[in-house]
């Protein structure tokens, strides 16, 4: 009885109501505003400079890597000219240790490493070629240009954007912290690697995820008008979206084409109200805080991504645990076991590890509706090592880790909430499509019903309700980072020219059409339009 009555008390605890939304929704436009008037605000509100477009006869191999936080990716798009392409795509887990090195130089080293192995593996008669070319100074084309591949690099941290291939990092998010590589130009400290390994790779345009997600949604969405939002609901989280220059008042140090009255912004929202004015700040929020690389900071993110979720649960878990009165994996009170064995944990359960629990056992535990809770059941001992856990067990562990992730999806409403409010398109007459929104990330993809408890709280929010809510499209953006960048690669060498965004993202929705980008498939080529 003790763990039901518990249960239902540390449940309540990450309750997060209709009320709590909507105040949440008033301060995040609040948030917003401020973050467009000066720097230094919670929410950076950064202006991204993307104005230049592709029109489809491009010919050439341009490139992508994408640092986003748990896997770096890097992809080439083989461009025919006939708006048909080709593209190849690998990933490598990020070493632990590189997260927290200490020189820059190590983790941009590892990233040059891993486009040189990209290279010859997927591209090694380009490759070949060019160490000839190196090797006869004297051909008049040894070092054209043109022999030397675009990158766009998607660089999923806040970077204070000072051009289309110029950016210095803000601060480290997702367990990274190399102090050394803050205030420094990221693509400077790639490309120096890169030069370093002779690589014919240059650095040419500089993409936070969220913004390749808005580009590569806004072409392969259906409709005339392109996306509002790109989001990110992943290891970390973060949006960016489209906003009137007007709305811009803080000074915009970069050139920028001024014609269509928008500008991309990345908003960090992961740092939305750090300084918790209406963030819920249970126990475990605040220990899980003080245990991170940077406490007081991305205090949003901690509430809702999927690095951090795991962890809350654990810290939940560990305090009942610790409760002698509770009986939670113990086998005194666990009389009714049905599985007739001792509950036990492993001493090197992860349970007992900081960052032990990964996010993927909370899909676990809301995806489980067998009447025994068997999966997930079998989950805790798989993966957990905790053994024979009772019904019980698994019901309170379930009521909990759903807890939570129903509070970061009510919590990522607030934010997509206020972005729709602050366009104003629910009120615009001419806006007679859905208002499209393009979503990645591990825990919008795969946690069960994420969408839906979203959609739950968007109709509760005052300006929205049901009827905005039926107009509320959001759809995921398969690897929108790495495809973004490609295509901001792309076009970035024709920066000079000024085209605006709107044609930017018309062009690329027009090329839609003709291709499909939204599913990339990993280590494999995908010939696209053909
Ligand atoms: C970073 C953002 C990024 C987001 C999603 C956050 O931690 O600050 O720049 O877009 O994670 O990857």
């Known amino acids: 009885m003790a763990l039901e009555t518990q249960t239902k008390t540390v ?9 709590d939304v909507n105040k949440g929704v008033v301060e995040f436009l609040r948030q917003m505003a401020e973050g467009l008037e000066k720097d230094g605000a919670s929410m950076s509100q950064i202006p991204t400079y993307v104005t230049a477009v592709p029109n489809g006869t491009e010919k050439g191999l341009y490139m992508a890597v994408d640092l986003g936080g ?29 997260m927290v090195a200490k020189t820059a130089e190590e983790l941009f080293a590892f990233l040059a490493k891993q486009v040189e192995i990209f290279l010859r593996t997927h591209h090694g008669e380009h490759f070949e070629a060019h160490i000839r070319r190196r090797m006869t100074m004297s051909s008049p084309e040894g070092f054209k240009d043109e022999n030397v591949f675009r990158l766009g690099f998607t660089f999923s941290f806040p970077v204070q954007q000072l051009g289309i291939n110029k950016g210095t990092l803000i601060r480290w998010t997702k367990g990274f912290d190399i102090p050394d590589a803050v205030g420094k130009d ?33 072409y392969s969405s259906p409709g005339k008008s392109g996306a509002i939002l790109g989001a990110i609901f992943g290891t970390g989280t973060n949006g960016a979206y489209v906003e009137k220059l007007s709305n811009i008042k803080k000074p915009l140090a970069g050139e920028y084409d001024n014609s269509t009255g928008e500008m991309v912004i990345n908003t960090e929202w992961g740092s939305f109200d750090n300084q918790l004015k209406v963030l819920p700040n249970t126990p475990w929020d605040v220990q899980l805080d003080l245990a991170t690389p940077n406490p007081g900071i991305q205090m949003y993110e901690k509430r809702v991504s999927g690095m951090y979720l795991g962890e ?42 900081q960052w032990g629990l990964d996010t993927s056992v909370l899909s676990v535990a809301a995806a489980d509706s067998t009447p025994e809770l068997s999966i997930l059941r079998q989950e805790l001992e798989a993966n957990l090592h905790i053994y024979a856990p009772s019904l019980e067990d698994a019901q309170a562990f379930k009521a909990i880790a759903g807890a939570i992730g129903r509070r970061a999806a009510r ?12 366009t104003g398109k629910l009120n615009d007459p001419e806006q007679d499509e ?21 959609y739950e709280a968007l109709r509760a929010i005052k300006g929205i309700g049901e009827e905005g809510a039926k107009r509320i499209r959001i759809g995921i953006a398969k690897d929108g980072s790495g495809v973004g960048a490609a295509l901001i690669a792309l076009v970035a060498a024709r920066m000079e ?13 027009l090329n839609a059409k003709k291709t499909d980008l939204t599913a990339v498939p990993e280590d494999s080529e995908l010939a696209a339009g053909e």
Not at 11 to 19: I, K, L, R, T
Not at 74 to 97: M, W
Not at 206 to 211: K, R
Not at 502 to 509: G, M, P, T, Y
């Open 186 to 218: 990221v693509c400077a400290l790639l490309q120096t690697e890169i030069d370093k390994l002779h690589l014919p790779v240059k650095v040419a345009a500089l993409v936070n995820d969220t913004v390749g997600t808005l580009m590569a949604r806004s």
């Open 434 to 454: 859905p208002i499209d929104i393009g979503v990645d990330g591990s825990l919008v993809e795969h946690y069960p019903y994420f969408r839906d408890m979203i």
């Open 11 to 19: 449940v309540g605890q990450f309750d997060y109501s209709d009320e």
């Open 411 to 422: 919590l990522s409403a607030v934010a997509i909430a206020a972005i729709v409010l602050q």
């Open 497 to 509: 020219k000024s085209t605006s965004t709107a044609d930017f993202i018309s062009d690329l929705r």
């Open 312 to 353: 809350i649960l654990r810290l939940t878990v560990i305090d009942l645990l610790k409760n002698p009165d509770v009986a939670l994996f113990k086998d005194d009170n666990s009389s009714y076991n049905d599985w007739k064995s001792t509950t036990n944990i492993a001493e090197h359960s992860p349970i007992y590890k």
């Open 70 to 98: 748990t896997n770096f990716r890097v992809c080439s798009i083989q461009l025919n000219g006939d708006t048909t392409f080709r593209l190849t795509y690998t990933k490598v887990a990020i070493p632990r240790e590189l």
